[in-house]
């Protein structure tokens, strides 16, 4: 069955410290990957996507990912994380073949110390 | 201009009430969805509608019937409403094939039920 895997439910960062989120998938054919952004009170907003090509894809507000086949991930980095990055992050797994959809995480919790 | 949104914003019933919610795109999408998060921020799809026919039914109770009058439109009616019903209805839309992944969430829904 497809899932998304999330192993870190909650992160703590300083502002201005280098940020990883994980997130593993299960699915058997090639993956579309994506990553969102929930800030607090708001709907989620799209970061990066992956469909082919450069593994490594950049996003908005300074994010980026990498797709590894060989590991089933596409963990989301940040150099310098700002404190307006404080939100949940939810990775996702687009799912085709009849009717297309998106699988989600459980989510990221990302705090941020000034 | 917002581009997906919601009403009401905070819906507080008892259980047995009937209420509806309601959604509207203004970026001339094809495609809209009904997400339910838990308390957990767990985000699954319930529904999806692509030109006002129903093409995604996730196994949801039969006491929730969504409805599009029209493709910016897709609302949804839940009846006799149970405590496990509490949870935020995200709305989301989306265009295309590849680009269906791609969707645009409104603000939320938070309904709690009493």
């Known amino acids: 069955a497809q899932s998304v895997t999330q192993p870190d439910i909650h992160i703590t960062v300083s502002e201005g410290a280098s940020l990883e989120l994980r997130c593993n998938y299960s699915y058997g054919a090639t993956p579309y990957l994506f990553w969102y952004v929930q800030s607090p009170g708001q709907g989620l907003q799209l970061l990066l996507k992956?469909?082919?090509?450069?593994?490594l894809v950049q996003g908005i507000k300074g994010f980026e990912a990498e797709f590894k086949r060989s590991q089933s991930s596409f963990n989301l980095r940040k150099p310098s994380v700002h404190w307006s990055d404080a939100a949940e992050y939810f990775c996702a797994v687009g799912i085709s073949g009849g009717y297309n959809k998106l699988i989600f995480g459980a989510g990221t919790r990302l705090a941020v110390h000034p | 201009d917002t581009a997906v949104s919601q009403t009401p914003k905070y819906l507080v019933t008892q259980m047995g009430n009937d209420k509806s919610i309601k959604c509207e795109q203004n970026?001339?999408?094809?495609?809209m969805y009904w997400y339910k998060q838990d308390s957990k921020k767990f985000l699954k799809i319930m529904f999806s509608y692509n030109n006002k026919e129903l093409i995604i039914n996730e196994t949801v109770p039969n006491r929730f019937s969504p409805k599009s009058p029209d493709k910016a439109h897709l609302n949804l009616h839940i009846n006799s409403l149970e405590l496990g019903d509490s949870a935020v209805y995200f709305c989301a839309s989306s265009q295309g094939q590849r680009t269906v992944y791609e969707q645009y969430f409104g603000p939320g829904t938070r309904l709690t039920v009493t």
């Open positions: 970026l001339g999408h094809d495609t």
């Open positions: 992956y469909f082919s090509g450069d593994t």
